[in-house]
């Protein structure tokens, strides 16, 4: 019985393929030959590694979002960039139907095409078709945008090759961020319910719904209106330019790091500030100074200040979606509407955020697996689902339901002034979020209408929690897949003994948490900690590395924490210091 049908199935193809179309793409596919050998993953972002390897690549990611498009009968997104990763990488990503990541049966298919061999291109095609049942006679449509790589022209173009050679049609947009994609994506799918699917109107619309939350605000000096951005040298910082023409001097925004002069990524951007824990190079800053800094794609965002003895302060984005949640929580209360909001984290989110929006605000609060995807389904659970990693990804959703509430609430008329203030005020805010990803450029709209509402100074917002001392470090072992975990990757299921051992060392400090991970982009072992005193957090992961390296196959060296705190990668071998604390560091597989 299975096998008859999967002989039928195998004949699809040829009936729904037109004859044409398999001479074109083994024509157009000869121009982008995949190097022998190569393997590469579908992981969280996409693919990502040196651009000199990503050729053959985009073409088959162009090929197979037009398969997409046919399967889902919408306009699919492919966005070329690397992010945060150094200017000699590059990467890409598949975007599906409503904005959101590509689903997980279709990044295995992504895996299988790229690492096919030239000669089994088309078989591998037919099988994605035979599987999904495409109907190749219909139409596909695929929207693209890259970021300001100099490899990204030419690798965009060979996604366009990949889109044409199976019939599709494409809409170029060029130099756009990720989040910008994403958003038109789910214009172009909602028919414009969502907005216009063009940077025009997704800067009007962003910069509407702010100037409308600014009138909220009182009077404001052009000191409290001024913000410092660091745009990573990348496409933050041109797009931030459009959106700022838009925003009639309400906010005074001085862009650093504009790519006039400095190189993508480079001693800068939201990765190396977060990672670092200092300001980028390039931003000239003075204590107090609101600043905040994008990474290369412009969808993360974290923000910072220095005191006035020099202190460097970051609010990442467990500080972010703290200010975002409260802020909401207060205008449900005063709009009188009874929606459940909750908060999405990472194990990764600082131990004071999670008692303090749980103990004193209050809050749900959700532990996912790390990856913007699992944060995002889990956000979708409730009403209103603010989800954001500590490293600054993240966004609000509003259901179905909750956008529903607000906008009748908000076309009231026999409402008092505080109910129909608060409406307004979660209206616009619904408008100037990008609720398909992680958008720096509208989280930094909707952070600085919070604080000018709320009358609120960048020192005031830190000081609502204060981070418990932590620290990041990795741990190189034979095999990283030995490590299985549990419980929103907190406790190690594997090897035996691993997590008692973690257990027996983290009693031994105040305040104390630790656990361990495999990366999903880089071949370590990522070792957190986090305890009352930064040289407890630093002791804690060196002692949890050191359990690591001994029961899970370490390989090398372990790097002592105290070592990387004084004297970042100095004095160390060459080996211990491949095993910093840099997590996004670049590899050469994709992720
Ligand atoms: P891995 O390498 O799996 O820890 C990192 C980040 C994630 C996420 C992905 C994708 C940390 C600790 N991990 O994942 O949050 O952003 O990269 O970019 O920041
Ligand atoms: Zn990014």
Known sequence: MRASCTSLL?????????????????????????????VLQYGTAGFRTNAKQLDHIMFRMGLLATLRSRKTKATIGVMVTASHNPEEDNGVKLIDPMGEMLTATWEDFATQLANTEQKELLAALKDIINKEAINMKLEAEVFVGKDTRSSSASLSQAVLDGVHALGGQSKDYGLVTTPQLHYMVCCQNSHGQYGEATVEGYCSKLSQAFLALSKNASNRTDDQKH???????????????????????????????????????????ADFVKVQQKPPTGVEISPGDRCCSFDGDADRIVYYYTDSRGFFHLLDGDKIATLISTFLKELLVQAGLDLKIAVVQTAYANGSSTRYLE????????????????????????????????????????????????????????????????????????????????????????????????????????????????????????????????????????????????????????????????SGTEDVVRVYAEADSQESADALAHEVSLAVHRLAGGVGLVQNAAARSHNPGSDLSPLASCLLQDPFKNFTFGF
């Open 10 to 38: 195998l004949k699809l193809p040829l009936r729904f393929w037109p004859e044409g179309a398999i001479t074109k793409v083994l024509e157009k596919s000869s121009l982008h030959p995949k190097p022998a050998g190569l």
């Open 227 to 269: 913000l410092f951005v660091d745009g990573a040298n990348g496409i933050g910082a041109p797009k931030l330019r459009e959106v700022e023409s838009h925003l009639k001097k309400q906010l005074q925004i001085s862009i650093f790091n504009d790519g006039s002069r400095g190189k993508l990524n480079h001693q800068c951007g």
């Open 359 to 518: 103990d004193t605000m209050k809050v749900i609060v959700r532990c996912t697996k790390t990856g913007v995807k699992h944060l995002h389904h889990a956000a979708q659970e409730f009403d209103i689902g603010v989800y954001f990693e500590a490293n600054g990804h993240g966004t609000v959703l509003f259901s179905k339901t909750a956008e529903e509430k607000v906008q009748l609430l908000a076309k009231s008329t026999n409402i008092n002034d505080e109910r129909k203030r608060a409406a307004l005020l979660l209206q616009n805010t619904v408008n100037v979020i990008n609720q398909t990803v992680g958008d720096a450029i509208s989280d930094m709209l909707l952070i600085e209408a919070i604080l000018a509402i709320k009358g609120m100074t960048v020192q005031q917002w830190d000081a609502i929690y204060s981070d418990l001392p932590n620290r990041q470090l990795k741990v190189t072992v034979s095999d990283r897949r030995v490590i299985e975990t549990t419980d929103a990757e907190r406790r190690a299921v594997s090897p035996a003994g691993l997590q008692e051992a973690i257990d027996g060392l983290v009693k031994k400090y105040k305040q104390a948490r630790s656990f361990v991970r495999p």
